[in-house]
């Protein structure tokens, strides 16, 4: 049974540049989470997709979006990257709202 | 803005000692998750507490959540090297989903 799985696994942009990431959720769950993790710290929460909808946001800005589509997968663009983007980013998904997250193992972005 | 801090930051012990970690917050929440993350890795689930004053075992892992659901702890007894990773406590009510720091756990042979 696969869990959540992201792509790529790594990442090097240059700062101005968009960056795409995908995930695909594991079997069964509908809700999609994406998180940034600095080095050194916890996760913080981006946004939040259930029915290709966005549901929650966290304290980032607008060039942080993302969708998902009808299969639930999701993807997380970045626009106009700037060096403190450089991070962790971590997918979840989960079904229902009382269930804890699966995690997927992450896209490490480096933006030089 | 709702807080989970998490103490201590850093902990390295000898293999076989027991230890405690903690999380805490001034706002009440419904629910709280711990969860382990190796390097390279995304966090793993350890337990879900719901209940106040509740209290979970998994092996050597034990979770308890405050009376008036505001804290946590993690007692690891007997901690072994596989045990080394960073813990984390996740919680949100009305849909503010936050992470703490995290717990930095090293356990020496």
């Known amino acids: 049974d696969a869990g959540v799985t992201q792509s790529p696994t790594h990442l090097i942009k240059t700062r101005g540049q968009q960056v795409t990431l995908r995930c695909s959720p594991k079997s069964g769950h509908d809700t999609v989470s994406w998180y940034q993790q600095a080095l050194g710290q916890g996760p913080q929460f981006i946004f939040q997709?259930?029915?290709?909808?966005?549901?929650q946001r966290g304290n980032f800005p607008d060039r942080f979006s993302g969708h998902q589509f009808p299969n639930y997968s999701s993807e997380l663009n970045v626009n106009a990257l700037l060096l403190g983007d450089s991070a962790l980013y971590l997918c979840?998904?989960?079904?229902?709202?009382?269930?804890?997250?699966?995690f997927g193992s992450g896209t490490r972005l480096t933006v030089v | 803005t709702q807080l989970l801090e998490q103490s201590p930051q850093f902990l390295s012990i000898q293999e076989g000692e027991n230890l405690t970690v903690y999380c805490n917050s001034s706002s009440v929440f419904s629910s709280l998750q711990w969860y382990r993350q190796e390097p390279g890795e995304g966090p793993v689930l350890l337990v879900t507490v719901v209940t106040g004053g509740e209290v979970k075992k998994l092996k050597r892992l034990t979770f308890q959540f405050g009376d008036a659901r505001k804290d946590s702890s993690l007692h690891i007894t007997a901690a072994q090297p596989g045990d080394t990773g960073l813990y984390l406590c996740k919680a949100g009510s009305q849909g503010n989903l936050i992470f703490g720091k995290g717990t930095k756990l090293s356990v020496k042979p």
């Open positions: 997709y259930y029915e290709e909808e966005e549901r």
């Open positions: 979840a998904s989960r079904t229902g709202t009382k269930t804890g997250y699966t």
